[in-house]
């Protein structure tokens, strides 16, 4: 069954977002915000994958880029309407990370990701200090917001354009360019492959994802503060999500972005830290038993149906 | 501000980078000398503190004496994760690349198990005792005795790890494993009972440096990320792998610090070496001190 509908993506990504559309009208509140978190997490999962899966940059600067689309949706949702709000998050965070990417996308490695956790902490200070200084607060209360079932439309619009997009990249000449800069960046440079422009237009195209979640997101809160929008916890949850789930492939990021949330809301509140010492050491066993990602465990069979056994 | 003033400050900021150099020191022989970025190295600074903590408040043991027991536990620790943990991900790693994007994801997971562990076990409040916390009088400066004593084991456990690697036969293998791995391992050096060794040795100093700052200020299960990322500045501007340049390191960036929250404020600390850190790794990223 499996093998078809992923020959299939298209189908299937339109028969998934037709059954996520009716969920707030047919569902509790609960299982309604569970499935937000749901979508939330499969954009950032897939749009992180799109460029750093592909690129094996690894990337940890997420919750910068939702923090800026929070941030930019709390000071203008009551001039702008809603579309142009989600947008508009979008392009702060595309523009920042346009400048961040043409500053440290020379660094590959460690360097690179420490790079980009060391910027969103920045970011989050800067924020926080200018805040303080220029607002004279900490937070910001966000008092007219658009109702749950608008944020969850546009929270699966954006899940469903972010897993269009990567379907749309991975059969493209960008998506080749991107997988060959990660294959073997200078083979790629010879071949003729701009890899500085490519990286950044990768970078930029995740990272507008990001924004637009945070974007739409900070409505959901009502109440925004820098330590909130901008937790590290995101970004990690983010690369998480889809180095367990596999970040070479479309399917694993999903699958491990809706079993997380599941875990997440249901065991978050009762246990908070055992759940992240489960979530700590799942890291650790992926990392070492299914480096990976849960995509293999499918890709594996695929291959071995083909009768070309790969690995 | 008078010359007393000026004398304070710097020392002050030297204290604070002797603590910084022992963190980082730390952090270096894991990255110098096996690649591992290893991000929760704070986590088993927490841990340190913590245990000394529980030790003087329960049985009434002075830190001092403390200090060579944390030292031992935390190695033991580190030497156990290794064995555990890194060991296995460079056995299946096919090159260095790999293994250094999949050691720093596990080091991202033993930060969030080491500190939710220690939240589960002593909760999230601030914790501390009093420690040889009257003052002194050098010159015409005024410290407090605890913090002296901080600095003066800080610095002679790190010039100590210096001497021991220029001097010894033991620190000739592990500066030859810096260079060249694989020649290391053709001239008869034992990479698979050194690695975890310097892995706890590295985890052992951030063990100490944790317990000497529960003498000092208020420790939490959540102190240890900013010592985290502090280490990490350090030895970006001393260099990866370089344990005199994370001293120097370390020293500069406490003044940096010192003088960058005098004269601006105190909220701006983590902006500041953020804004250091990331200067450093964007136009010298092989460190200050690199030829």
């Known amino acids: 069954m499996k093998v078809p509908l992923a020959n299939r993506p298209w189908l299937t990504l339109g028969i998934g977002l037709a059954l996520a559309a009716v969920v707030p009208w047919i569902a509790s509140d609960f299982v309604a915000s569970v499935a937000l978190s749901c979508l939330m997490y499969i954009a950032l999962a897939t749009s992180w994958s799109l460029f750093c899966g592909a690129t094996r940059y690894l990337s940890l600067a997420t919750s910068a880029f939702f923090g800026l689309g929070a941030y930019s949706s709390a000071s203008l949702l009551e001039v702008l309407p809603w579309p142009l709000v989600i947008l508009s998050g979008a392009a702060v965070a595309c523009v920042i990370a346009v400048v961040m990417g043409a500053a440290v996308l020379h660094l590959r490695g460690t360097y690179f990701a420490v790079l980009t956790f060391g910027m969103t902490e920045l970011i989050r200070h800067a924020v926080t200090f200018v805040e303080k200084q220029v607002s004279g607060t900490v937070g910001r209360v966000l008092a007219v917001v658009p109702s749950n079932e608008t944020v969850y439309l546009t929270v699966l619009a954006i899940a469903g354009a972010a897993i269009a997009t990567a379907i749309a990249v991975k059969r493209s000449r960008f998506g080749l360019a991107l997988a060959g800069i990660g294959a073997d960046e200078q083979r790629a440079q010879t071949l003729g492959v701009d890899t500085r422009r490519y990286k950044i237009a990768g970078f930029a195209l995740t990272a507008a994802f990001a924004g637009a979640v945070g974007a739409a997101m900070a409505v959901r809160w009502t109440y925004i503060e820098p330590a909130a929008v901008f937790s590290p916890f995101i970004g990690f949850q983010t690369v998480l999500i889809a180095l367990i789930g596999g970040a070479a492939s479309i399917g694993g990021p999903v699958v491990a972005a809706i079993v997380f949330s599941l875990l997440a809301e249901t065991l978050r509140l009762q246990l908070p830290y055992g759940y992240m010492m489960v979530l700590g050491l799942l890291l650790i066993l992926c990392v070492m038993y299914l480096p990976n990602g849960l995509a293999s465990l499918w890709q594996r069979k695929t291959a071995a149906l083909r009768g070309n056994g790969h690995d | ?291």
């Open chain 2, 1 to 291: 501000m008078s010359l007393t003033g000026w004398a304070e400050l710097l020392a002050g900021g030297l204290i604070t980078g002797g603590i910084y150099a022992l963190v980082a020191i730390g952090l270096n022989l894991q990255y110098g000398l096996m690649r591992i970025m290893n991000i929760s190295h704070g986590e088993f600074l927490m841990l340190g503190a913590f245990l000394t903590w529980w030790a003087h408040t329960t049985w009434g043991i002075s830190p001092l004496v403390f200090l060579p027991v944390a030292f031992a536990v935390l190695m033991l620790i580190g030497m156990a994760v290794h064995w555990l943990c890194f060991r296995q991900v460079a056995a299946r790693a096919p090159n260095v690349d790999v293994f250094e994007a999949r050691s720093l994801m596990v080091g991202f997971g033993l930060m969030f198990f080491v500190q939710n562990t220690a939240l589960l076990i002593w909760g999230g409040d601030l914790r501390g005792y009093e420690y040889l916390a009257e003052p002194v009088q050098v010159a015409d400066m005024r410290f407090t005795a605890n913090k002296l004593v901080l600095f003066g084991i800080a610095l002679a456990l790190s010039l100590a790890l210096i001497a021991l690697l220029k001097l010894t036969l033991l620190g000739k293998a592990v500066r030859a494993l810096m260079q060249s791995p694989i020649g290391a391992q053709l001239v008869g050096i034992n990479t698979k009972r050194l690695h975890p060794l310097m892995f706890g040795i590295g985890l052992g100093l951030s063990g100490v440096a944790g317990a000497l700052l529960s003498m000092t200020y208020e420790i939490s299960p959540s102190m240890g990320e900013p010592y985290t990322v502090t280490a990490l500045i350090v030895i970006t501007l001393g260099g990866f792998g370089s344990i005199a340049g994370s001293l120097v390191g370390g020293l500069l960036l406490g003044v940096v610090e010192a003088l960058g929250m005098y004269f601006t404020s105190p909220s701006l600390k983590m902006l500041l070496s953020y804004a250091v850190f990331i200067g450093v790794l964007i136009w010298r990223p092989n460190g200050l001190f690199s030829r």
